[in-house]
């Protein structure tokens, strides 16, 4: 880990970062380009005053890259603390403007879900992927009326699945759906796929900086042209409307850093880490019995995720001997104590409790590289080895 | 390997062994997902307890234990008042979670010892077995709720605090600059919300049966709400016709849905059926002299070891079935049982 101007924190000592899921580490660009906006660079971007209107042009800025990003127009994008407030805008902003219920899956982030289910909406089942079952949503619009918003996710935070969402689209036009808006979170598909192509066909797009080595507390909503959304955060009257508070420069100046070279990048970075992730996949196959993957064979995913199942093993104990031999990763999402939450998109597509116990998420970034998997495919089998043997010398109830 | 529950005790206890220089990992179990404002599964407790380890400077962990929690003590907590009886979870959390389950875990993870914050004393006697001793600060001894103990589990076993009065603890914390030390003890079943209350609780997952209560000739004398929810023993909420002398429920029959009840002479008895016995070093020889509490912070009685019973000296206060009959031979506890 590096630090900056002399701060330095005391981390602990990783040697193969492989929670990038979670969030990627910070480009030293975007650092760079950050720092004058956390410095020297006191002004409001909403002033009219030559300071105020250059901290208005870096966002604006940012906004393009964005924007361009996205496949958007730059008015389209919404700037907001993150993910899980883009969700949230999304969700109770099309709600709030249409009157109607939302649509989400079971296997959804919860900053999608829980406003869902706040807003008594309605909660359909996926598939064995993890994707929103696509029956099941038609039964939903056809029996529901009210539904005007459908939100499925571009690729899946914990598996690295991808949902086609043309077919989704296609799916809500079927059934008369004029009215229906799409949102698509695609804060992990970002690093990953062209967003332009891939999510096109939704509305509504929440984006977050720290997955693609952006700062933390910086993310974006990608609001189509037309597309009804009423404001949660109201106020000073900031993003057209959409979004009040004072913009947070430096962040959305990461932001907008983090997308600009990601443009450029993305194609190498796929490329590369593919080749990493298919090495620990193979790697991990061939050296641990009993290892499987959790979504099937054939699904679609990014480079992004190793997913896997370890038969006889639970998930948090492995973590702790990963994690003494300088791994970092993790298994399901974390909840607020810090303990690991049994999975509810494990559950969702149909994994049994103690199959989903024995999970374990490895997931790579455009940081990754080659002594990352080496360090892996030469802790993680004995580990798991170990836990094995105890189990069955020591007894376990 | 420590478990800290973000209390006091336990803050102090993870202090005394770095200080003793151990290699201290802290671990805070979350054992219950549900409503909680009490006991010790509160996010703000993982949150103390963590705050603890990083002023101490040493690793904190959240073990997610709740399917052996739900398992094997909240689910046999209700199945037992189903039945009648009144279980202990907090000794059934020790016996299944703290003891086996987390031992296990650390056993797995490369730590022979694990320590907690109870207010007990390990001795070591002359001829090498353990047993769990009386804390120093009697007021706050928990020696009874650890009586399942056996040597092997003693044998990787830590209770540093044990040694110390509450008072002591405290100012050590407050010494050490611990955000723990003037926090309020916890004592509360930590599943059950101190708003609902039990009632609630097991309603939501039993059928409560209304009953009749009646006097030891059968007569009968009143109704209860549900007879899950009495305790033999109990006094209070038994709704009795005629007044006079105080009546105490005597026995709880859930088939018959029937409660009796009988004045405070009634309640005692010459012998207690016991069930499940542990013993720290094996079982004393039947019709071994042994003193026996019934209660956390009761006093030993004389009694007799009877082998599926304990018979009193003097005639005792019937003891509640499900809860636990801790053997003490002197300050030292050497097995316990559950009352039939």
């Known amino acids: 880990m590096s630090s900056f101007s002399g701060i330095s924190v005391a981390a602990p000592i990783v040697r193969a970062y492989l929670d990038h899921a979670a969030s990627t580490p910070i480009r030293p660009e975007v650092v760079e380009a950050m720092l004058p906006w956390l410095v020297d660079h006191p002004a409001n971007p909403s002033g009219s005053h030559a300071a105020a209107r250059a901290a208005r042009r870096a966002v604006d800025d940012a906004r393009d890259h964005v924007a361009a990003l996205a496949g958007a127009k730059p008015g389209e994008v919404v700037f907001t603390s993150g993910g899980t407030e883009a969700d949230n805008l999304a969700v109770d902003g099309v709600v709030r403007a249409t009157g109607g219920l939302p649509a989400c899956s079971a296997a959804e982030h919860p900053a999608v879900l829980e406003p869902v289910r706040d807003l008594g909406g309605v909660v359909v089942g996926c598939d064995s992927g993890g994707r929103i079952d696509l029956d099941a949503l038609t039964v939903a619009l056809n029996s529901l009326d009210e539904i005007r918003l459908v939100s499925a996710m571009s690729v899946n935070n914990e598996t690295g699945v991808v949902t086609d969402l043309d077919a989704v689209a296609a799916t809500i036009a079927a059934v008369g759906g004029d009215s229906v808006v799409l949102h698509t979170d695609a804060v992990q598909a970002a690093a990953w796929l062209d967003l332009p192509a891939s999510v096109g066909a939704a509305d509504l797009v929440s984006l977050t900086a720290h997955k693609f080595g952006g700062p933390k507390g910086a993310g974006a909503l990608v609001v189509r042209t037309g597309v009804p959304l009423a404001p949660v ?15 947070n420069v430096p962040a959305i100046v990461g932001l907008g850093e983090a997308s600009r070279l990601l443009i450029a990048e993305r194609q190498a970075t796929v490329e590369r880490v593919t080749e990493l ?40 104990e492995l973590l702790f001997m990963l994690e003494r031999e300088g791994v970092a990763a993790s298994a399901a999402a974390s909840c607020a104590s810090g303990a690991q939450e049994p999975s509810h998109v494990l559950s969702a597509m149909g994994i049994d409790r103690v199959t989903a116990g024995g999970s374990l998420r490895l997931s790579l970034g455009y940081a990754s590289t080659d002594a990352d998997v080496d360090h892996v495919l030469t802790v993680l089998p004995p580990a798991v080895e170990h836990l094995r043997d105890h189990a069955r010398t020591v007894g376990c109830k | ?37 009490s006991g010790c599964c509160a996010v703000s407790d993982v949150d103390d307890a963590r705050r603890v380890a990083d002023a101490l400077g040493i690793e904190h ?13 909240v689910d046999p907590y209700v199945a037992d008042h189903a039945l009648g009886r009144t279980p202990n979870p907090c000794i059934e959390c020790n016996r299944h979670i703290k003891f086996t389950r987390l031992r296990y875990r650390a056993s797995a993870l490369g730590f022979a010892t694990i320590a907690t914050g109870h207010h007990a004393r390990i001795v070591e006697r002359i001829d090498g077995t353990r ?19 056996d040597q092997e589990q003693l044998a990787g076993l830590l209770l540093p605090i044990g040694h110390l009065t509450k008072e002591d603890v405290r100012e050590r914390a407050a010494a050490m600059g611990l955000r723990t030390a003037d926090k309020p003890d916890s ?19 039993i059928p409560l049966t209304p009953g009749r209560v009646v006097d030891g000739t059968g007569a009968e004398l009143g109704s209860v709400e549900a007879v899950e929810m009495v305790t033999v023993g109990q006094r209070k909420g038994i709704a009795t016709a005629g007044g006079g ?69 003097r005639p005792h206060r019937r003891v509640a079935p499900g809860q636990a009959v801790v053997f003490y031979e002197g300050d030292e506890l050497i097995g316990g049982a559950t009352a039939a």
């Not at chain 2, 047993?131 to 103990?149: E, G, N």
Request: glycine share 10%; aromatic share 6%.
């Open chain 2, 61 to 73: 962990h959240v073990f997610n234990l709740g399917d052996d929690f739900n398992r094997d003590v």
């Open chain 1, 233 to 247: 955060l109201r106020g000073g009257g900031q993003e057209h409307e959409r979004r009040s508070g004072t913009q």
């Open chain 2, 131 to 149: 047993r769990i001793a009386r804390a120093v600060d009697a007021s706050k001894d928990q020696s009874y709720v650890l009586h399942m103990l």
């Open chain 2, 1 to 37: 390997m420590v478990a800290m529950s973000g209390g006091v005790d336990s803050s102090v206890a993870a202090a005394l062994l770095c200080d003793a220089g151990h290699e201290v990992v802290g671990v805070t179990l979350r054992l219950w997902g549900g409503e909680s404002d």
């Open chain 1, 277 to 316: 992730r298919d090495r620990l996949e193979e790697g991990l196959f061939r050296l641990v019995d009993g290892t499987h993957r959790t979504v099937p064979d054939d699904t679609l995913r990014t480079p992004g995720v190793v997913h896997l199942c370890f038969a006889g093993i639970q998930s948090e």
């Open chain 2, 187 to 205: 004592q509360d079943v930590c599943f059950i919300t101190r708003e609902r209350g039990r009632d609630d609780f097991l309603r939501r997952r």
């Open chain 2, 245 to 313: 002398a105080p009546r105490y429920a005597v026995d709880v029959d859930v088939a018959s849905a029937t409660v009796t009840v009988g004045s405070a002479a009634d309640l005692l008895v010459d012998e207690t059926p016991v069930l499940a016995t542990t013993w720290a070093a094996g079982p004393v020889p039947v019709g071994t002299a042994i003193a026996v509490q019934t209660s956390a912070h009761g006093a030993t009685e004389a009694a007799i070891f009877d082998g599926d019973a304990v018979r009193w000296i």
